[in-house]
C-alpha cells in the first residue's frame, strides 16, 4: 500500500515586531506551548520550526521568527531571506490593529517577494478594534476561541494560497495495495449517455490504473456472482450513493467498502468536517432550518433524493418538526448561521480550493456541513462500515457519536 509523506503541504513564516505576541497566537494554534516543541530551523539560527497536522491540509511548518522594530526592521528582514524563500504564506501579527512603520515594511516586502498574507490583530481583550476588514482579531490567551479562530486561520489559508498548495489527494490509490483489486458497483438505471461513464467512475478507474491496481466493473444485478467468481478476496468495493445499503448487505466482513461520494469528499474536501455533520443530524430540534444546497434544479423532483427523500428521512428518523429550505447554484449563501445543517450535493463539480473555501465559511459560521452519500449513510445506520478505508476518521466518528448519543440520552 502506498505510503503517506509527510513532507509539509504548506510552509508559514510568523512575522511581527516584538511583543505583538507571535508565540502565544502559534501556541493557541498549535494547542500547546510553542516554545516546548520548538526546534531550531536549518535554515537560519534564531528561526524555529514546528510542525502541525491541519485539516484539510495535512502537514504545515510553522516558522517562528524573531520580533522586529522599527530599529533593525532592514537588516531584520534581509537576514530572514533563506526563510521567506521557503514559506508559501506569510502570517503578519499585530498589536491590536495598529499598522505602523515596521507592519508597513513587512507588507511592502512580502508583496516585493510575491508572498502572501495573513494578518492577525491580537491583544483583542485590551485594544478596540472596529473593522478587522479581513484580518483575524483575537486574543491569543482566551483558549476558549481556539477552534474559532483556527477556523478562520483555515479559511484565510485557502483564500490566499496558490492553487498548486490545495492539490487534492489521491482518490483511492493509497487505499489499495500495488497489484490489489477494487469492484465498482454502479447501478442498473445507467443514466450516463450511451458509451460514456460518469465523471465519478472515469476518474475510479484512472486512479486504479496509475497505480497499478485491478479494477472490475458491475451493475448491480451481478454484483453477488461478480464476488464469487474472484479467486481472492477484494482489497476495496465502491459503489453509487443509491447502492450503499445493498453493498453493506451482501459484501463479506472482511472487505473495506466506501462510495464514490465519500471518495470525492475526501478528494475535495475534508471528510472529518462532513462525517461531523452527518452526526450533527441527530442534535436538530424542532424548529431547525436545514439548508440542503445543489448545484442545479434536478429534472424530477418526484422522487429526488434532495427535495423528496432526504426531507423526509430527517424528519422520520430524527422525530422533529424541521425547516428544510433548498437552494441552487455554486455555492451557499452569506447568511449562513442562520441555519442549523447544511447539506451539500454536487462535490465533483468543484474545485478542491473553492469547495474547501464553502467548507471553511461553514465551519467559521459554527454551521455543521456534511454531502448527500455522508448524510444518507448516517440516516440509513452504514457510515461506520463505508468509513472503514479511513481508520482516523473512523475512529473520530465513533468517538464522537457515542458523546452524541450519551448527551441525547440524558
Not at 386 to 391: G, K, R
Request: proline residues 5%.
Amino acid at each position: 500500500m502506498k505510503q503517506t509523506t509527510t513532507e509539509p503541504k504548506i510552509k508559514i513564516v510568523l512575522l511581527g515586531r516584538k511583543g505583538v505576541g507571535k508565540s502565544s497566537f502559534l501556541s493557541l494554534m498549535l494547542d500547546q506551548n510553542a516554545q516546548n516543541i520548538s526546534k531550531p530551523s536549518l535554515l537560519l539560527a534564531g528561526v524555529g520550526e514546528i510542525s502541525q497536522q491541519m485539516h484539510p491540509f495535512g502537514t504545515v511548518l510553522w516558522y517562528d521568527t524573531p520580533g522586529l522594530s522599527e530599529e533593525n526592521i532592514t537588516s531584520g528582514l534581509s537576514s530572514l531571506a533563506s526563510v521567506l524563500q521557503q514559506s508559501d504564506v506569510a502570517v503578519l501579527v499585530c498589536e491590536g490593529d495598529k499598522i505602523g512603520a515596521v507592519e508597513r515594511d513587512i507588507i511592502t516586502h512580502l508583496e516585493l517577494k510575491r508572498i502572501p498574507r495573513i494578518v492577525v490583530f491580537n491583544k483583542a481583550d485590551t485594544h478596540h478594534i472596529g473593522n478587522p476588514e479581513g484580518a483575524i482579531s483575537v486574543n491569543s490567551l482566551d483558549k476558549t476561541q481556539r477552534l474559532k479562530v483556527l477556523a478562520e486561520l483555515k479559511a484565510a489559508l485557502i483564500r490566499v494560497s496558490p492553487e498548486d498548495l490545495v492539490v487534492p489527494p489521491v482518490l483511492l490509490g493509497d487505499l489499495v495495495p500495488d497489484s490489489g483489486s477494487v469492484v465498482m458497483l454502479v447501478p442498473n438505471d445507467y443514466e450516463v449517455a450511451k458509451g460514456r461513464i460518469s465523471l465519478p467512475h472515469t476518474q475510479v478507474i484512472r486512479d486504479c490504473l496509475d497505480h497499478d491496481q485491478m479494477i472490475l466493473t458491475v451493475k448491480e444485478k451481478q454484483y453477488t456472482k461478480a464476488l464469487e467468481s474472484l479467486t481472492h478476496r477484494p482489497d476495496l468495493i465502491v459503489c453509487d450513493s443509491q447502492l450503499v445499503e445493498q453493498m453493506v448487505v451482501q459484501t463479506p466482513n472482511n472487505v473495506k467498502c466506501t462510495s464514490f461520494s465519500v471518495l470525492t469528499a475526501r478528494t475535495l474536501g475534508d471528510l472529518q468536517q462532513m462525517t461531523d455533520g452527518a452526526l450533527a443530524i441527530w442534535q436538530l430540534k424542532d424548529g431547525d432550518r436545514v439548508l440542503i444546497a445543489e448545484p442545479i434544479l434536478p429534472e424530477n423532483l418526484k422522487d429526488d433524493t434532495g427535495t423528496v427523500k432526504i426531507p423526509r428521512w430527517l424528519s422520520e428518523r430524527t422525530g422533529k418538526d424541521l425547516i428544510i429550505e433548498h437552494i441552487y447554484g455554486s455555492s451557499c449563501p452569506l447568511g449562513l448561521n442562520e441555519y442549523n445543517l447544511v447539506i451539500h450535493r454536487g462535490l465533483h463539480q468543484h474545485s478542491r480550493k473553492d469547495f474547501l473555501e464553502e467548507q471553511s465559511r461553514c465551519a467559521a459560521a459554527n454551521v455543521p456541513l456534511t454531502n448527500y452519500s455522508v448524510c444518507l449513510s448516517e440516516l440509513n445506520g452504514v457510515l461506520s462500515r463505508i468509513l472503514e478505508p479511513f481508520p482516523n476518521t473512523l475512529e473520530r466518528y465513533k468517538r464522537k457519536r457515542e458523546e452524541i448519543i450519551y448527551k441525547t440520552s440524558v
